[in-house]
């Protein structure tokens, strides 16, 4: 009899409650993207009561005209999630953290990043502060925690080397810490497809005899796997999934055959399945193309003029607030709540 129980996976809060299909997630990412114009532009109405009317309507105009589209937030948003890569290299130097958790701790940095837009928008939370704000939460979550002195300065060397006007400060981090653990519906677990590659790894010992181009192609699957982070995938496929997807990349570049693996692994119906499900994902890791520098600065410079001023600090309406108010707190427009 089948056991009719579900799998290990399935019965997680990433199986249950972050998986959708492209269909789905364009369709929330519209939404989003159509919300976030809304309060931009209702925002704007608002600043326009406590500040000079000329100024507010030549902001007005000038954030219509620079709206950012849902396609042009994702490649904002992408831009800095390759951005995280760069900061695991400074953490890296700084032997902060542990090379062993750096692989996870980019892995769940970006998945909190990626969740956080699915009920967010940049007009609201800009990429490059919730970016840091993932990262940092993290280290918590697998286990490298750092005090928030101790993570903002190698962050602070690096932008005074760089020549940067700004610097990042504590409570730049710290006080977008709650909006997105809210956002993430409290929910901090993320299964990464590296665990899976090296079971696989391991088990495919005991079907292939070439252990040496075995290891190469395992070492290189770590690659593939890199590059899937930054796609859909890990909305739409398991994380052993994708890890055998990664593997069929790395086998099919180091010209090494693990189809003897899957042939012994697998019955026929089941492998007809997997390998339509190993194709759709060989063929996002390989069409994933980066968001370049100067494409994203363009986005990041029509950003500026759209932002909602009811949580933008440098706004007169933000300002206004707080003066009469006291201090804002950060609070999502998320649904998850």
């Known amino acids: ?42 925002g704007l109405q608002q600043e326009a009561q406590v500040d000079d009317q000329e100024t507010s309507d030549t902001r007005i105009a000038e954030a219509t005209k620079n709206l950012l589209t849902p396609a042009e937030e994702l490649k904002l948003i992408d ?84 020549g940067s ?15 997105v653990i809210q956002s993430l519906q409290f929910e901090l677990a993320v299964h990464h497809p590296y665990r899976a590659a090296y079971g696989f790894y391991l088990d495919m010992q005991a079907f292939i ?56 692994r697998f019955d026929a119906r089941s492998l007809e399945l997997l390998y339509r499900v190993l194709d759709e994902i060989q063929d996002g890791i390989t069409n994933f193309a980066i968001t370049p520098k100067d494409e994203a600065q363009a986005i990041d410079r029509k950003l500026i003029l759209c932002r909602n001023p009811e949580k933008n600090p440098n706004s007169v309406l933000y300002k206004k607030t707080v003066a009469i108010q006291g201090d804002v707190p950060y609070v999502s427009d998320s649904d998850s709540d």
Not at 165 to 179: H, R
Not at 230 to 255: M, N, R
């Open 209 to 264: 005899d070439e252990r040496d181009a075995l290891r190469e192609t395992y070492d290189r699957t770590a690659h593939y796997i890199d590059k899937s982070l930054h796609t859909d995938l890990v909305f739409l496929y398991q994380p052993s999934q994708i890890a055998l997807g990664a593997f069929k990349l790395a086998a099919k570049e180091k010209d090494f055959d693990i189809d003897l693996y899957l042939t012994q």
């Open 1 to 42: 009899m089948a056991d009719s129980r579900p799998q290990l996976f399935e019965q997680t809060s990433q199986y249950q409650h972050w998986r959708f299909t492209p269909a789905s997630l364009a369709r929330l990412r519209a939404e989003n993207n159509r919300l976030g114009v809304d309060r931009v532009l209702h």
């Open 79 to 162: 831009f800095y999630l390759q951005m995280i890569k760069v900061y695991v290299t400074i953490y890296r130097a700084s032997n902060l953290l542990k090379p062993e958790s750096l692989d996870n701790i980019k892995a769940t940095a970006i998945n909190f990043m990626k969740r956080f837009y699915l009920h967010n928008v940049v007009f609201d939370y800009p990429p490059k502060s919730i970016m840091l704000t993932c990262f940092y939460l993290a280290t918590k979550v697998e286990n490298a925690f750092m005090k928030i002195e101790d993570f903002i300065r190698p962050l602070a060397a690096a932008e005074a080397k760089r």
């Open 165 to 179: 006007k700004t610097q990042t400060k504590s409570e730049d981090v710290l006080g977008l810490e709650f909006i």
